[in-house]
């Protein structure tokens, strides 16, 4: 594929916004009421981009709950994470977010989220940004979660581009791997030694412009 893709394919959570940390804060919390012991270490190391079941079974390290236990322990998680995303507001846009966006669509390129959220769309609409992707893939699209391209996958669908004229844009290792698995071009945001099969990548998405997206 040449330089310039057709769709580019972002992940929302660490990406357009950092609402990692809010992740991070609400399982931590129903960590330490559980009582089971949980670093920002292992957060970023295991549960970055990770859906919200199998990050509930890495909490767990083994230790058997119920299914019921499990839901109610899903849900207390998210209720947490919803009030914290409940004062959001567009400045939490990463700096830039607007004008990459524009521009994205102003050079003619399809623009769609790929996030495993289920809350993606309420936090796309808080930021004020819903309006500039052709294609919306979130956490109730698909059934196989991140490594698995489903989602990615699922996203070019929605906007009508070829896996291989996509590039993909993510934090998480787990994302990137997905976006390689689905035959796409890998942008990874974060430290450069968090991912295994990135085709570039760059330490934030402050203040970017297409062609940063675009290097390799
Ligand atoms: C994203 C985030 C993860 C989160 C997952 C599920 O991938 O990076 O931290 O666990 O979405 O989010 P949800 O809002 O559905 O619990
Ligand atoms: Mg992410």
Redesign the pocket.
């Known amino acids: 594929m040449t330089n310039t893709p057709k769709a580019i394919l972002f992940?929302?959570?660490?990406v357009l916004t950092d609402?990692?940390e809010y992740?991070y804060r609400a399982w931590k919390r129903l960590a330490d009421e559980e009582g089971i012991p949980f670093t920002r270490e292992e957060n970023d190391a295991h549960?970055?981009?990770?859906?919200?079941r199998d990050?509930l079974l890495y909490l767990l390290h083994g230790r058997q709950v119920s299914e019921e236990k499990m839901l109610e322990m899903m849900d207390r998680?998210?209720r947490y994470?919803n009030e914290s995303i409940k004062q959001m507001t567009p400045a939490e846009l990463v700096s830039g977010g607007h004008e990459l966006l524009a521009e994205i669509r102003a050079a003619g390129i399809k623009s769609a989220v790929a996030?495993?959220?289920?809350?993606?769309r309420i936090v796309l609409d808080l930021l004020g940004i819903t309006k500039y992707f052709d294609g919306i893939a979130d956490?109730n699209s698909v059934v196989n979660s991140?490594p698995a391209p489903d989602i990615f996958v699922f996203a070019a669908g929605l906007v009508g581009v070829s896996t291989p004229d996509c590039l993909g844009v993510e934090d998480?290792d787990a994302g990137v791997e997905a976006i390689k698995t689905a035959g796409m071009r890998a942008l990874g945001i974060g430290p450069r030694e968090r991912f295994h099969r990135a085709d570039f990548v760059l330490p934030d998405m402050v203040n970017k412009h297409l062609q940063d997206l675009l290097k390799s």
Not at 11 to 14: E, K, M, P, S
Not at 47 to 52: A, F, K, P, S, T
């Open positions: 992940d929302l959570d660490g609402t990692s992740h549960l970055r981009g990770v859906g919200r990050s998680k998210n994470y996030s495993a959220s289920k809350n993606c956490g991140k998480a």
